[in-house]
């Protein structure tokens, strides 16, 4: 990439000409962009990074089978894709590198929507100690030599103590109960739209969402759950759809 910064338009239109390369049986849409804040010692970003979700309701052979999600690198932004369960709706989830208006700082190794987990709330997602910034050092020379606590770590030298270097911690698994199933969707995509700008109790939108499908008396019933991105917890929702996505 350079110093070519990737803007969040651009992302968009990377997102939307690769879900249409899949082969939709409808129009791919823009569920939901938003901005991940990156932060280092105090509560004010020092930087930010554009996301970006797609979604597209795809050809029978998308829908055979379910798999994990596959990441690739398209004009400078990741892509993630993922596809549901026994349903033809297939994801695209993109975001930027984070930028800076200071140089000095690098990459981080995750922030709050791209964690597998939960971001760790000691390092923000960078992954090193924060006390000498992964060199090692103190910064205070509190400790002898001028060392770190980290040098006691069993993570190694330099990484975050809470999430071993990381930057995000698995939650442990909460269940999100059987939830009532909702009308007024006649697709997936629209579902997935309405889903992704409700909230969890925490007040966190962000969550993987894993979608599947199943037969139900006069249509299908499609399902939509994951664990929350602020707190962990199982969110689930349920709509009840047409046998077939428009």
């Known amino acids: 990439m350079g110093d070519e910064l990737v803007s969040a338009v651009q992302l968009r239109a990377t997102l939307l000409e690769l879900a249409d390369s899949l ?22 970003p020092v930087g930010h990074r554009q996301l970006a979700v797609v979604a597209v309701c795809t050809a029978d052979g998308w829908a055979t089978a379910a798999t994990g999600p596959a990441r690739s690198t398209r004009g400078g ?17 993109g975001w930027t590198p984070a930028e800076f ?21 000691y390092c923000h997602g960078w992954g090193v100690c924060l006390e000498c910034e992964g060199t090692g050092r103190s910064r205070t020379k509190r400790t002898g030599y001028g ?12 990484r975050c103590l809470e999430c071993a270097g990381r930057g995000h911690y698995s939650p442990r698994a909460r269940s999100a109960g059987e939830p009532p199933v909702e009308a007024g969707h006649a697709t997936l995509v629209a579902a997935l739209r309405d889903i992704a ?3 969890c109790a925490c007040g966190e939108f962000r969550c993987h969402w894993r979608t599947t499908a199943s037969p139900a008396e006069g249509g299908r019933v499609a399902r939509f759950e994951g664990p929350c991105q602020g707190c962990g ?14």
């Open 197 to 199: 700008h409700r909230t």
């Open 147 to 158: 060392r770190c606590s980290c040098f006691g770590s069993n993570h190694g030298v330099g």
């Open 101 to 121: 208006a200071d140089p000095r700082y690098g990459q981080p190794e995750v922030t709050r929507s791209t964690a597998p987990g939960l971001l760790c709330d």
């Open 77 to 93: 932004c990741e892509v993630e894709v993922r596809r549901g369960v026994g349903c033809e709706l297939v994801t695209l989830t």
């Open 233 to 246: 917890a199982g969110r689930c929702y349920a709509f009840s759809l047409p046998n077939r996505a428009a």
């Open 23 to 44: 082969g939709p049986t409808s129009r791919p849409e823009v569920v939901r962009a938003w901005t991940d804040p990156v932060l280092v010692h105090g509560p004010e």
